[in-house]
């Protein structure tokens, strides 16, 4: 069956090709030849993104290593991906709602502490969760090995210089939105910073 185009209805056509995805909340992602169905008589071209979950999981963590602070819709991104409203991130920073919600509105960069214990906390509700997913299936579907290789490599990603390479933060004022690059490779998403 033919997809049609949800401005004018006219059937579109596969094709590949970059696509900017400011639908993350992040302004500047580019996923790089993914599948789109671009519409022959008004040109509106949508993405056609697999396994999303995966794609919203690799940027998170592509921002995380970001070696410059994090700017408003970085932290407002991280934030969302975790499921906490501004006022939860703030009790758990210590700061109040308002500093939270400057820093997402680019009204007041956010300190390089603040930076730091954001990604540390980030990082690990999202350790948390994948803990959570990959028990959930392995009780399902018995598929310890897999547990078990998620818990072995937790365990190496939280080694005191891992972790110190992810918040290797450069001291600088450049509170700039990242470029990140998106590619898709045998289902899984490899983002990078361009
Ligand atoms: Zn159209």
């Not at 992040?26 to 509106?44: A, H, M, R, W």
């Not at 540390?120 to 018995?142: F, S």
């Amino acid at each position: 069956m033919a997809n049609k185009c949800s401005l004018c209805e006219n059937a579109m056509e596969e094709t590949r090709g970059d696509y900017p995805f400011p639908e993350s909340g992040l302004p500047n992602v580019v996923l790089v030849y993914i599948p789109l169905l671009k519409c022959p008589n008004c040109g509106n071209v949508e993405p056609m993104i697999h396994r999303a979950k995966h794609l919203i999981r690799a940027l998170a963590l592509i921002v995380l290593s970001k070696p410059h602070a994090l700017c408003g819709a970085e932290i407002r991104y991280l934030r969302k991906h975790v499921g906490w409203k501004a006022v939860e991130l703030a009790q758990i920073l210590g700061v109040d709602k308002t500093t939270v919600s400057k820093w997402e509105n680019d009204q007041d960069p956010i300190g390089s502490q603040s930076d730091r214990l954001l990604r540390v906390i980030i990082r690990n509700q999202i350790k948390v969760k994948e803990l959570h997913e990959a028990a959930v299936r392995a009780e399902r579907e018995e598929r310890f090995q897999e547990l078990i290789r998620v818990i072995e490599k937790d365990y190496r990603d939280s080694r005191l210089d891992q972790l110190c390479s992810i918040l290797d933060v450069r001291r600088s004022s450049d509170h700039a939105c990242a470029k990140f690059i998106v590619e898709e490779r045998d289902g899984e998403y490899y983002a990078e910073i361009a």
